[in-house]
């Protein structure tokens, strides 16, 4: 059984701060990750994705992944009210369909 | 470049009745998968189709069917409809069969009563 995990949250940081999101994924083989935003009662905007270990940088927001610990995690630098939303992490094995983790719920507080 | 437009946006339906949601994926792109996404489940996967075959299906009852044309816009039926079957479905397209990421559309709200 394929598994991403995140943490529910919600996850409150104050604006202006650094939010980490993290999620980890069961299959080994999982090669792709991808970062997606929901904003309540809209449907899933990609944000980010990752392919190999390290960090990957895009304006305010970084993901990490770390294959040996089947790990990844979105950073958003300055946080800001509008980055309120849930953040849904995905896997994807090639050849494979996208398992997306529950999301968690952030919470920029003005 | 239109996105993924998903039709009808809302709908309410009775147990037992069946219904017929649409989605016409990005232009150029030939693969179109469909999710359920329900307060207590997430996002789950119901099919992928690329050029007009099913290639991926996930662990939904053949209540749950779908299709793909020629021009790539897909639709899904769900069949004897149950009060649980209430959710949003979300169609996503991409270029290629599960590769890259997914583009979704606004989904469709499917409420049984």
């Excluded at chain 1, 059984?1 to 919600?10: R, T």
């Excluded at chain 1, 944000?47 to 970084?62: A, C, L, P, V």
């Excluded at chain 1, 939303?85 to 994807?92: D, G, I, K, N």
Aim: aromatic share 12%; glycine share 10%; charged share 15%.
């Amino acid at each position: 059984q394929k598994e991403v995990e995140q943490n529910s949250g919600p996850l409150s940081v104050p604006e202006g701060a650094i939010a980490s999101l993290n999620c980890t994924y069961s299959d080994r083989g999982s090669q792709s990750f991808f970062w997606y935003r929901q904003y309540s009662g809209k449907s899933p905007e990609l944000i980010m994705s990752i392919y190999s270990n390290g960090d990957k940088e895009d304006g305010r927001f970084t993901a990490q992944l770390n294959k040996a610990s089947q790990y990844v995690s979105l950073l958003i630098r300055d946080s800001q009210p509008s980055d309120s939303a849930t953040y849904l992490c995905a896997a994807l094995l090639y050849g494979q369909n996208f398992v997306f983790g529950p999301g968690t719920r952030l919470s920029v507080l003005p | 470049k239109a996105g993924v437009t998903q039709t009808p946006r809302y709908l309410i339906k009775t147990r037992g009745q069946q219904v017929t949601l649409s989605c016409s994926p990005i232009s150029g792109h030939r693969s179109v998968s469909w999710y359920q996404q329900t307060p207590g489940q997430g996002l789950q996967f119901l099919f992928e189709y690329f050029s007009e075959t099913q290639r991926n299906k996930g662990n939904f009852p053949g209540r749950f069917s779908g299709r793909q044309f020629s021009n790539s816009r897909s639709e899904m039926n769900v069949s004897t409809l149950e009060l649980g079957d209430s959710a949003l479905y979300l169609c996503a397209s991409s270029r290629g069969q599960n590769t890259g990421e997914l583009f979704f559309g606004e989904g469709s709200r499917l409420t049984v009563l």
